[in-house]
Structures are given as structure tokens and as C-alpha cells.
């Protein structure tokens, strides 16, 4: 019998396994890529940023989310920030310049408060940077690039004057019944007799609109003689205005260490108790895509030492 030529069959088996092992260590190493043939991302480094929803903006491009606003390490020299809004939100915006401007040296912050619907139309007009409104943004406002993001929870109280003889609580029925013109007598809702004045803020006020949807159930104030309506969204001259027989409502912050005043309790419960039916969100309102000062304002606003500074007592 001839003698076949040629390796002997181990070395061709040996051969495979050494190709096959090096086939499978290239693709196992191979760097991984998405879709698109890019590199795959690594998650942006630096320091945490606030976690807060935030509205959606119809058309245009995609809002900034909040979680972008992180506290900023440093902010230039020079740089400004043009707020404008609810009367509810004087002291916040008080407490949040004295933060802001304490921190980073060389920073201004420049406050007003002429209503929830005047900061929207400098918001959009450019001649604020931020708007401070005491009420979710519509469809309209979301489609002109607004965004608003949460800043607080606040209460709606109900106020009478230090000396009104009226000394009791009120249900979520008669806050209706006087609200809307029903009952404009004190003796209807358990006082003694007397006339009811009510004090109302004007429409452009983020509060009057709250207070319609959350009080009235979207219902209309009255418009009786008892009823008068503010000509400007100011609290001070609101709490002038009760005197012995009138009520109007605020922000609870803006009157819980009033002397002239007296909180009244509603079903029972008072503005500071988990029960108490009126509560509603704050916001800071933005345009889209928010400037550096913006990024850099509202980080601070919405992070846990912005947010301690901003329930400061003065």
C-alpha cells in the first residue's frame, strides 16, 4: 500500500481551532457602535442636576429639560437676570436674588412684580427672562416657546380684617356662595348680621384665575355691589380695603405674619394643614432655548440650597 503525502489530518484540526479562536476574539473586541456608525455616548459628567418636569412646548424646538439646570460651580461676572411676575411670588424672588447674587460675586438680579400675565408678555416680548407665574401655561403660551418649571407648593388663604366680627370658619360651599355673589350677608354663613364686602384681585392676576378654577370650580366671581375689583394685583392694598366687614384672599406667605388680618379657617383646616383645600403649584416660566444667565439662575433656584434660600425668613 503507497504512503499518502502530506501533513498528517491533527495538524489541519489544530489549524481550524487556531482560526476560529481568532475570529471570535476580533469581533468580541470589536469597539461597539450604534445605528448610525457613531461611538456609542458616555453620560455627561459634572455635578447633579435638579429632576423636575417640565411642560411641552407646541412646535418650534424641544424645550430644555429641567434636569439640565444644575446648580452652576461658577457664573460670570456681570451677568443679569430680568424677573417679572406674580405678586405671590415677591418674597421667592426676594430670597432667591439675595442667594444668587451671594454666591456668585458680580451677579444681578432684578425683581418686579406686576401679575402673572404682565411677566408672560415681557417673557415674550424679551424684556424679562424669566416670568414668575402662580399658574400652569396654556396651549397658547406653550406655543410660543414658554416653559415653566416648578418651583413651589403654595396656599390660597382666605383673609378677613383683625376686627371683623366675624370669628369662625367657613365651608368650601359658603367660600362659593360669597365668592360669587350668593351670600352677601355675614348672618348666611354663621357671623353676625352685617353686609359682606368682598375684595377681588383683577383678572390679569395669576391668583384671581387659580382661585376661579380651584375655589369656584371654574365658575364666575359675582358682580353685585358688594364686589369690587382691584384695579392693580397688589396684596397690600387688598388688605387695606377689608376693613371690618370685608374678604378677599393671598398667597398664604404673604399674610401668615400679618398683624391687621386674620386667616380663616376653611372646612375646618388652615393653610398650614395637610387638609386644607387650596393649594396650587408656582412656577419660573422660561423662553426656548433659555439663555446661560436663564440656565445658570434656575439651577440655583431649583436645587436643595436654592430651595432652602428661597423659604428664608426675613
Known amino acids: 500500500m503507497a504512503k499518502s503525502s502530506g501533513p498528517p489530518p491533527i495538524v489541519f484540526i489544530l489549524l481550524f481551532f487556531l482560526l476560529a479562536g481568532g475570529g471570535a ?21 459634572g455635578g447633579g442636576a435638579n429632576q423636575l418636569p417640565v411642560a411641552p412646548v407646541a412646535g418650534g424646538a424641544a424645550p430644555v429639560s429641567a434636569s439640565s439646570f444644575a446648580l452652576p460651580a ?46 408672560i408678555q415681557d417673557l415674550v416680548a424679551g424684556t424679562a427672562d424669566i416670568a414668575a407665574v402662580s399658574r400652569p401655561l396654556n396651549a397658547q403660551e406653550q406655543g410660543q416657546g414658554l416653559v415653566a418649571v416648578p418651583l413651589a407648593l403654595d396656599t390660597i388663604a382666605l383673609v378677613v380684617g383683625a376686627n371683623n366680627p ?27 348680621a352685617g353686609p359682606i364686602k368682598v375684595i377681588n384681585r383683577p383678572e390679569v392676576s395669576g391668583t384671581h384665575q387659580t382661585f376661579k378654577e380651584q375655589v369656584l370650580n371654574g365658575g364666575n366671581f359675582g358682580t353685585g355691589p358688594n364686589i369690587t375689583t382691584l384695579d392693580r394685583d397688589a396684596t397690600t392694598p387688598l388688605l387695606q380695603a377689608l376693613g371690618n366687614n370685608g374678604i378677599g384672599y393671598a398667597t398664604f406667605a404673604q399674610v401668615v405674619n400679618q398683624k391687621t ?54
Do not use: C, H
Not at 25 to 45: G, Q, R, Y
Not at 261 to 269: F, I, N, S, T
Open 25 to 45: 476574539f476580533f469581533f468580541l473586541n470589536k469597539p461597539a457602535e450604534n445605528a448610525n456608525n457613531t461611538p456609542t455616548p458616555t453620560p455627561a459628567s
Open 74 to 119: 461658577s457664573v460670570a461676572a456681570g451677568t443679569a437676570v430680568r424677573i417679572d411676575g406674580s405678586t405671590s411670588m415677591v418674597t421667592i424672588n426676594l430670597n432667591l436674588k439675595k442667594g444668587f447674587q451671594g454666591r456668585f460675586t458680580g451677579t444681578t438680579v432684578d425683581t418686579k412684580a406686576n401679575g402673572s400675565a404682565k411677566g
Open 166 to 192: 366675624f370669628k369662625g370658619g367657613l365651608t368650601v360651599d359658603q367660600v362659593q356662595d360669597i365668592f360669587k355673589g350668593t351670600a352677601q350677608d355675614w348672618s348666611k354663613v354663621g357671623g353676625p
Open 261 to 314: 388680618v386674620r386667616v380663616v379657617p376653611v372646612d375646618g383646616a388652615t393653610p398650614d394643614a395637610g387638609n386644607y383645600p387650596y393649594k396650587r403649584q408656582l412656577y419660573y416660566a422660561y423662553k426656548n432655548p433659555p439663555s446661560q444667565a436663564v440656565k445658570d439662575f434656575l439651577g440655583y433656584a431649583t436645587s436643595p440650597e436654592g430651595q432652602k434660600a428661597m423659604l428664608a425668613e426675613n
